[in-house]
């Protein structure tokens, strides 16, 4: 049976900014009222509260203007969610001391499976004083709960006893009073009712209010409208009456009906695992701040050495790096560069460097430099000597490749590939150089296409004997043509997956003209085929978009 250990933080903002400031809890700087306040469109607003300040009337999510009013001598700070986030992401890392794998609950809780291990702390009484015990040390407030589920566990985190653990459902036979399956709408054991059952977990959360089923605000308000403010409640109504009612909402957070289904283990609730990747790091700090261009070079050349041995003993050669560097006056300049394959050739990495250090201003002086691998893949180590090698005699395409873009930027070295689509505008696409081709993909077998394409199709005036016949003379870009010579049509329809209903057929003509030149043309839609935005349908419109030789 799966367990599951949920840990809210419910004050990991203020804990965060306590610890930054290097205040303990109960210090008299900490005990005056104070609020960590964001910029919003409507004006500054409350994020965050210590405990003075929601006394003195801090609530999260009021004005600052407000607040001031009812506490003048609060004092603020700038909250910062994105570092809350990188704390709680290394938080989740740190928490994987307890279990396989662990999963942000953001913007302030974690997710740990704990299946299999309580018996390694004695027990999950014993687990959760571990975890109670490890964060007070590191001066965080938590609120913890285990259950057989992830939606349980949190319900019983943020609204149920502190440290509560629910047993498996096998382990207890006790079950709530059972609902009518006719009345329901549903037959005993079918997911489509709330069917009788013996379910534990049901039985200990039905006191709790719905908002433990992690609903939008606007949902909640819908239920308590309804009358429905507990758990216990929602097993009283027909689940076909609550289906009627959110039968538009596709989202988790606005169906009470998936919530429940996930909180009681009917339908699974997939997580997403915090893994760790560390990024391949090598930095210089001199003894002496460096202005010149020479030894900057040299600095960088040490670096990509450095960072050629930490890859090679990771088996891994870098696709993008970034350059940091720290000028005396705390101004940092960063160059980034990607390279066409992986590689952990110092000298080809230094080199293109240093195409891009021409207009850093060193001001006073630089004392940190720091490299920095932030995509790395796996190369062989056979593979990379072969690569070395190449490069000395300058046969390497890669790094004849990576020149062109330092010198020519990004965009301008690309090559045409081919896209799985019958439609000409999207059978074709630009990738980088190396980028390997989707062979999953199935490339289509044309019929003859010319070798040029316009840009986007260009509009032309046909004149043809019948509607569907075949074309006598166009005009385009100001000149008449005689058409002496014409081939088709080869109709094209539209890719009904991804256009709208209004989106014509194409039929398409090669042609010659009295001077033998060759163009690719198309008539978009038919005469009367109710498409084109009328409910008849207008009349064909004609296009170049090609052309031969």
Known sequence: MRRVLSIWLWRLAMDRWRLAQGLAEGEQADAAPTALVAETARGVRIAAANAAGLAAGAIPGTMLADARTLCPSLATAPSDPAGDLAFLEKLALWAQRWGP??????????????????????????????VRAALAQRRLAARLAIAP?????????????????????SSLRAGMPRSNPERDGGSPGSPQGFAPRDDEIERQLFHLPVAALRLDDDVLLVLRRLGLKRLGDLTGVARDALARRFRNRRAPAANPLIRMDQLLGR??????????VSAPLVQRRLMEPIRHRQLLDRVVMDLAQDMARVLEGRGL???????????????????????????????????????HLDDVDAGFGIEVVRLRSLWSESVALSQGDIEAAAEHHGTSLAAFIDRLVARLGPRAVRRP???ASHVPERAQG?????EAENSSQEIFEFHLRPLKLLDSPEAIAVLYASPDGLPRRFRWRGEVHEIVRAEGPERIAPEWWRERSSVRLRDYYRIEDHEGRR???Y??????????????????DWFLQGLWG
Do not use: K, N
Not at 152 to 163: C, N, Q, S, T, V
Not at 328 to 353: C, K, W
């Open 317 to 355: 050669g870098a696709r993008r790096l970034e350059l940091g560097l720290w000028r005396v006056d705390g101004e940092v300049a960063t160059r980034r560069l990607e390279l066409a394959a992986p590689s952990r050739d110092p000298g080809h990495i230094s080199g293109l460097f240093g195409r």
């Open 519 to 521: 163009y690719w043309i």
């Open 417 to 419: 590939v081919l896209r």
């Open 149 to 169: 589920t992830a939606g349980a566990a949190w319900a019983l985190a943020h609204y149920g006893r502190d440290g509560g653990i629910l047993p498996p459902p």
């Open 101 to 130: 794998w662990s999963a942000l609950d953001a913007p302030d809780g974690l997710i740990v499976d704990v299946t299999g291990v309580a018996h390694l702390f004695g027990g999950e009484e014993a687990l959760l004083a571990d």
């Open 267 to 276: 339908v699974p609730e997939p997580s997403l695992p915090v893994i760790e």
């Open 430 to 434: 630009w990738a980088a150089v190396l």
């Open 523 to 540: 008539r978009d839609g038919i005469a009367g085929d109710g498409r084109g935005g009328d409910s008849v349908g207008r009349a064909p």
